[in-house]
């Protein structure tokens, strides 16, 4: 069951363009971190306070048909805006190219997130070095599908 509500899109400039192109070419056309050749996902979750749905293109962290959302905020010292939205909504559309499905989600904790860590940094190494840049722990979201 897709999420369904009045879509708020990103003050980020590159985001909005991002996921306009992503969902308009069906998954086929800015499905990489721009500049790079590092795939995206784009995940649809509820706004925490609004309720509006918000989109964002996110690494592609996939596992056994699992995925994963890594809070890093490029190492910063909060918590990107859309983790407040899975914590207070669990549940999210996620677009892997063409295919679309909604995913429940959960935080994960101890050895279940060191597993999942160890596979994120594996995936995407940057992971590792914004980890070095923040005193809080990135948190991760697993997603697993409805």
Do not use: C
Request: proline fraction near 6%; hydrophobic fraction near 35%.
């Amino acid at each position: 069951m897709a999420l369904e509500g009045t879509y708020v899109p990103s003050n980020a400039q590159w985001v909005r363009d991002q996921v306009a192109e992503y969902e308009a070419s069906g998954g086929t056309r800015a499905t990489t971190l721009p500049g790079t050749d590092d795939p995206v996902v784009v995940i649809t979750s509820r706004g925490a306070k609004s309720g509006n749905l918000r989109k964002n293109p996110v690494m592609r962290v996939e596992r056994d048909g699992k995925y994963l959302a890594v809070a890093s905020y490029g190492g910063g010292p909060k918590n990107p805006s859309w983790y407040a939205n899975f914590v207070a909504h669990p549940e999210v559309d996620l677009q892997d190219g063409p295919e679309k499905h909604t995913y429940s989600v959960r935080l994960l904790e101890g050895e279940e997130r060191a597993d999942w860590w160890e596979h994120a940094v594996a995936t995407w190494s940057t992971y590792g070095e914004y980890q070095k840049k923040t005193d809080r722990e990135i948190p991760l979201f697993l997603l697993e599908r409805v």
